[in-house]
């Protein structure tokens, strides 16, 4: 049986598709399950089922019989089939009983030809073979219906013979399909190599990425671990501290209440004594012998002679007992104090971990600034360091960072001689370098702490803020958090001292800034940015 009539032979007549676990009605006829189901269904309630093959009716829906051979003979022809079309792709046009793969095609047949065929194929020039193909018809002119043979390179299409001696294309230049094909795959290889360059080079950024990515979830781990470390302690110091002031309330209670107690038990035993005296007089009152109450002792002979002239301990009777049940709050204020302790730890621990590397910037430091080796030191000095004018150096003595800061959170700690002034903070790099404006502090694009004569103020835009105190350790700590617009200086003594924070909404990158001015001993004045 051929291939075809086979086929048909295992097509539903439903869904005219090769049958899917085809089942059996009593007559006979076979259908896929799902199609003869969705019939039955339609059917149902009208009282009579009927096969959609033969009008065979049926007064009890029909019990559907698997066809377990047919199922394995349609299964089997899908497979084969779906074999057969990997393994040839294109088959023989005249091979008609079974698919058999083509080797050439002929596009003046419009046909596919297998090898037997091929043989037996004509030899003529007019026969031209070409790799197999489905579509022969596209290997034609759709004007003239002859053979593609020429590229026209002027209205870049494919052309026939008639196209270029008659048609459209007359006079243009052309070129073999062979020749233009080559060149166009020329052209197909030189942008096949720039993809692939435009390729490797996205595979690099996405590795790039890919390790920033890998290198921010790292951080943000270990960001996330240092914060519930440092919420951990807190709460932990916190708990201890509540504890500490309940325990010293408790025990200031108790030591108050057995206090009270003592007080409370002596005035009932003297309460209970004037009592007793005043019933002793109430009855002396009631007595009509005067001879008994003349030979009652006087009235100040019943009372106690030591409360006439008042107890050391009581006060008298007209003094009221020693105000001893109020707690000793200033003993519990200064334990909670030490709640400063803990959150100036909580200041400090937000910018925990390791300091910004900050170098200095030699172009920009005045003439009278002496820049150490290792770029961490600024100096005063009287000796001119006779460095080439430039735009970017400053008219006074000062020096700002290399490094600016376009995001995150930073700091770096400050350690500063005992001058005579200097100010320390940050600046934009459109600073003003020269005229009376151009010391950090005294314009808008600048912040800065400063000593002058004892005194210390924070600066910014020529509007100072003094601080209360002094700054004893004479190490100073920087922080910046670019995003939150916060600029803060503290004190590193134990604990760590806030001293102010700048609230900003920065618009350009921020460099550190550093003035330093002369000693008042021997050395000249300096700030060096520690390690």
Same mark, same amino acid.
Request: hydrophobic residues 30%; aromatic residues 6%; glycine residues 6%.
């Given at each position: 049986?051929?291939?075809?009539?086979?086929?048909?032979?295992?097509?539903?007549?439903?869904?005219?598709?090769?049958?899917?676990? /085809?089942?059996?009605?009593?007559?006979? %006829?076979?259908?896929?399950?799902?199609?003869?189901?969705?019939?039955?269904?339609?059917?149902?309630?009208?009282?009579?089922?009927?096969?959609?093959?033969?009008?065979?009716?049926?007064?009890?829906?029909?019990?559907?019989?698997?066809?377990?051979?047919?199922?394995?003979?349609?299964?089997?022809?899908?497979?084969?089939?779906?074999?057969?079309?990997?393994?040839?792709?294109?088959?023989?046009?005249?091979?008609?009983?079974?698919?058999?793969?083509? *080797?050439?095609?002929?596009?003046?047949?419009?046909?596919?030809?297998?090898?037997?065929?091929?043989?037996?194929?004509?030899?003529?020039?007019?026969?031209?073979?070409?790799?197999?193909?489905?579509?022969? =018809?596209?290997?034609?002119?759709?004007? +003239?219906?002859?053979?593609?043979?020429?590229?026209?390179?002027?209205?870049?299409?494919?052309?026939?013979?008639?196209? &270029?001696?008659?048609?459209? %294309?007359?006079?243009?230049?052309?070129?073999?399909?062979? =020749?233009?094909?080559?060149?166009?795959?020329?052209?197909?290889?030189?942008?096949?190599?720039?993809?692939?360059?435009?390729?490797? =080079?996205?595979?690099?950024?996405?590795?790039?990425?890919?390790?920033?990515?890998? @290198?921010?979830?790292?951080?943000?781990?270990?960001?996330?671990?240092?914060?519930?470390?440092?919420?951990?302690?807190? !709460?932990?110091?916190?708990?201890?501290?509540?504890?500490?002031?309940?325990?010293?309330?408790?025990?200031?209670?108790?030591?108050?209440?057995?206090?009270?107690?003592?007080?409370?038990?002596?005035?009932? *035993?003297? @309460?209970?004594?004037?009592?007793?005296?005043?019933?002793?007089?109430?009855?002396?009152?009631?007595?009509?012998?005067?001879?008994?109450?003349?030979?009652? /002792?006087?009235?100040?002979?019943?009372?106690? /002679?030591?409360?006439?002239?008042?107890?050391?301990?009581?006060?008298?009777?007209?003094?009221?007992?020693?105000?001893?049940?109020?707690?000793?709050?200033?003993?519990?204020? +200064?334990?909670?104090?030490?709640?400063?302790?803990?959150?100036?730890?909580?200041?400090?621990?937000?910018?925990?971990?390791? /300091?910004?590397?900050?170098?200095?910037?030699?172009?920009?430091?005045?003439?009278?600034? %002496?820049? &150490?080796?290792?770029?961490?030191?600024?100096?005063?000095?009287?000796? @001119?360091?006779? !460095?080439?004018? !430039?735009?970017?150096?400053?008219?006074?003595?000062?020096?700002?960072?290399?490094?600016?800061?376009?995001?995150?959170?930073?700091?770096?700690?400050?350690?500063?001689?005992?001058?005579?002034?200097?100010?320390?903070?940050?600046?934009?790099?459109?600073?003003?370098?020269?005229?009376?404006?151009?010391?950090?502090?005294?314009?808008?694009?600048?912040?800065?702490?400063?000593?002058?004569?004892?005194?210390?103020?924070?600066? %910014?835009?020529?509007?100072?803020?003094?601080?209360?105190?002094?700054?004893?350790?004479?190490?100073?700590?920087?922080?910046?958090?670019?995003?939150?617009?916060?600029?803060?200086?503290?004190?590193?003594?134990?604990? *760590?001292?806030?001293?102010?924070?700048?609230?900003?909404?920065?618009? =350009?990158?921020?460099?550190?800034?550093?003035?330093?001015?002369?000693?008042?001993?021997?050395?000249?004045?300096?700030?060096?940015?520690?390690?």
């Amino acid at each position: 049986m051929a291939s075809a009539d086979l086929r048909d032979e295992l097509l539903c007549s439903i869904c005219l598709s090769v049958f899917k676990d /085809p089942v059996t009605l009593r007559c006979g %006829h076979n259908f896929c399950r799902v199609c003869i189901g969705r019939v039955l269904d339609t059917q149902d309630g009208s009282g009579v089922y009927s096969c959609p093959e033969c009008r065979k009716r049926f007064q009890v829906r029909p019990a559907l019989m698997r066809n377990i051979n047919l199922h394995n003979v349609a299964e089997r022809f899908l497979i084969t089939q779906q074999e057969q079309e990997e393994i040839t792709g294109i088959c023989c046009t005249y091979c008609v009983d079974s698919p058999v793969p083509a *080797i050439r095609s002929c596009l003046h047949c419009e046909a596919s030809l297998c090898d037997k065929h091929l043989r037996a194929h004509s030899k003529s020039a007019e026969h031209v073979l070409s790799d197999p193909s489905t579509n022969l =018809e596209k290997r034609k002119c759709s004007v +003239h219906k002859e053979l593609i043979k020429y590229y026209c390179t002027q209205d870049a299409i494919c052309i026939c013979v008639s196209c &270029s001696l008659a048609g459209e %294309h007359r006079g243009h230049r052309v070129e073999m399909l062979d =020749e233009a094909s080559k060149k166009k795959k020329k052209k197909l290889r030189n942008v096949l190599q720039k993809l692939i360059t435009k390729r490797e =080079e996205t595979e690099e950024r996405v590795r790039s990425l890919e390790k920033r990515r890998r @290198k921010a979830q790292e951080k943000a781990a270990g960001e996330a671990e240092r914060v519930t470390a440092l919420c951990t302690d807190i !709460r932990r110091r916190v708990d201890d501290l509540e504890k500490k002031v309940l325990s010293e309330i408790s025990r200031q209670e108790k030591e108050k209440s057995l206090s009270l107690s003592a007080l409370i038990h002596q005035l009932e *035993i003297k @309460k209970d004594e004037l009592s007793r005296k005043m019933r002793h007089i109430e009855e002396l009152g009631n007595v009509t012998d005067p001879l008994t109450v003349l030979q009652e /002792p006087d009235i100040g002979d019943l009372c106690d /002679p030591e409360e006439e002239g008042g107890d050391e301990n009581t006060g008298g009777h007209d003094k009221q007992p020693h105000d001893g049940d109020d707690l000793d709050v200033a003993v519990i204020s +200064h334990t909670l104090h030490t709640l400063c302790d803990v959150i100036s730890g909580i200041r400090s621990g937000i910018y925990v971990g390791d /300091p910004a590397d900050i170098l200095l910037d030699v172009t920009t430091a005045g003439n009278n600034v %002496h820049i &150490s080796d290792d770029l961490k030191t600024a100096s005063w000095t009287r000796e @001119k360091q006779k !460095r080439p004018e !430039r735009a970017e150096r400053f008219w006074y003595n000062q020096v700002m960072s290399r490094r600016g800061f376009t995001s995150g959170r930073h700091y770096w700690d400050v350690k500063i001689s005992r001058s005579y002034g200097w100010r320390v903070g940050m600046c934009y790099p459109s600073i003003d370098r020269r005229g009376d404006q151009s010391l950090i502090g005294d314009n808008n694009k600048s912040w800065s702490l400063e000593r002058y004569n004892d005194q210390y103020s924070v600066i %910014h835009d020529r509007k100072e803020i003094r601080i209360p105190g002094k700054i004893s350790r004479y190490r100073v700590r920087i922080c910046l958090d670019y995003e939150a617009g916060q600029l803060s200086f503290y004190e590193l003594c134990d604990p *760590i001292r806030h001293l102010y924070t700048f609230k900003v909404t920065f618009s =350009e990158p921020l460099h550190a800034a550093f003035y330093v001015n002369f000693s008042l001993a021997l050395d000249d004045g300096w700030i060096r940015i520690c390690s």
